[in-house]
């Protein structure tokens, strides 16, 4: 028994190579045969077909008329329109008739008293401004019969009022006022005038040195003064210095300003402290020992009007060789306010610490007697 033994060859990797070559150039070809009969397909449908086109015979026995009649209708209706237009439209006027109207009558009708005096515009006023205890403020006044009153505090609307049938209105908030300083007007909403006064309000802490003044061009005058007895303006000294400088020290609502004049020349202002103690030094010309001098302290508000003013006549009298000066500390008071008055700069203040042997200067008392030296 015999068998037989097939031998296995290895193929070349050139025929490999040419074979696949030969399977991608036979790919190839199909593709090539498949688009060329899809394009031929497509051409065929995609093609527009020609259509003969025949062209339009005229027929002699229809006629011009059966022909063409629809615009020849159409071009006569038109031109009937238009004659109608022309010859028969007639331009007739418009009539426009307007209704008799009657002549106005005019009569006089006399006003009477009360309605003249509620026409009449009158400048709003103050009767009353009082602060409470508790702090609450009150507010009566007058102005036109059943008018709007507006109540303008420190440049601010507040409240708006109505006036009764006699022109009587009251205001009475129920929250409490802050410590510090107002300025009240008052101001007819309807008409728009405003009120000739204004009222200065100082609301102290306790409220029972609480101030209100009365202010218009002819000076001020006091709605309610304070329960303690001093002034609203005090002056308490006055020093004129060798070297040509006055000093006016004093008392004052807080917070104010506080301007000097002497023979009606400004000189100057300082502000009031929130001690009510202010000091104002200055420099003057020389005064001339027996000549009368006129020094005037005024008090302002903050708008700049005078709410009070205290004067100060004088005669000059003959210099003396005592030129020592003294000044009693207030509560407030720094060496450096004190020499700014006294010493014209205050960083000179280390000479008057030195001259009454104050080691701290930032601590003084009130109530501490200060030798000032006189400097010329």
Request: net charge positive.
């Amino acid at each position: 028994m015999t068998a037989t033994i097939e031998q296995k060859t290895k193929r070349s990797t050139k025929d490999l190579i040419s074979e696949s070559v030969d399977r991608q150039q036979a790919w190839k070809n199909n593709r090539r045969a498949f688009t060329s009969r899809f394009l031929r397909k497509f051409n065929v449908f995609a093609a527009p077909k020609k259509v003969e086109k025949t062209p339009l015979k005229y027929d002699e026995n229809q006629g011009t008329l059966r022909a063409y009649w629809f615009p020849i209708l159409c071009a006569l209706i038109v031109i009937a329109i238009a004659i109608f237009v022309m010859c028969f439209k007639i331009n007739a006027p418009v009539k426009v008739i307007t209704p008799k109207v009657p002549e106005p009558i005019i009569k006089t009708v006399e006003m009477s008293k009360d309605v003249t005096e509620s026409v009449a515009m009158v400048n709003p006023s103050f009767d009353l401004v009082r602060i409470e205890k508790n702090g609450q403020i009150v507010i009566a006044g007058r102005g036109a019969k059943n008018s709007n009153i507006s109540i303008i505090v420190n440049d601010q609307v507040v409240a708006t009022e109505r006036a009764d049938k006699r022109g009587e209105f009251v205001y009475a908030p129920t929250s409490a006022l802050k410590s510090g300083n107002y300025s009240i007007v008052l101001i007819d909403a309807d008409n728009d005038i405003k009120s000739v006064d204004t009222v200065f309000v100082y609301v102290a802490e306790n409220y029972k040195n609480s101030i209100s003044l009365l202010m218009n061009e002819n000076g001020s005058k006091i709605m309610q003064s304070p329960a303690a007895s001093n002034d609203i303006l005090t002056v308490s000294k006055i020093d004129y210095l060798d070297t040509g400088r006055i000093v006016v020290t004093g008392r004052a609502l807080p917070r104010l300003r506080v301007s000097l004049t002497l023979n009606n020349k400004y000189l100057g202002f300082a502000r009031v402290s929130d001690y009510k103690n202010y000091g104002l030094g200055v420099d003057v010309d020389k005064l001339v020992p027996g000549k009368k001098y006129a020094l005037v302290v005024r008090l302002h508000d903050k708008n700049g009007t005078t709410i009070a003013t205290k004067k100060h006549e004088f005669v000059m009298p003959e210099s003396t060789e005592c030129k020592d000066t003294y000044y009693t500390v207030r509560r407030g008071d720094s060496l450096w306010v004190i020499s700014r008055n006294f010493l014209r700069r205050g960083v000179l203040f280390s000479i008057i610490a030195d001259c009454n042997n104050i080691k701290n200067p930032d601590l003084i008392f009130p109530k501490q007697v200060l030798y000032i030296p006189v400097q010329k």
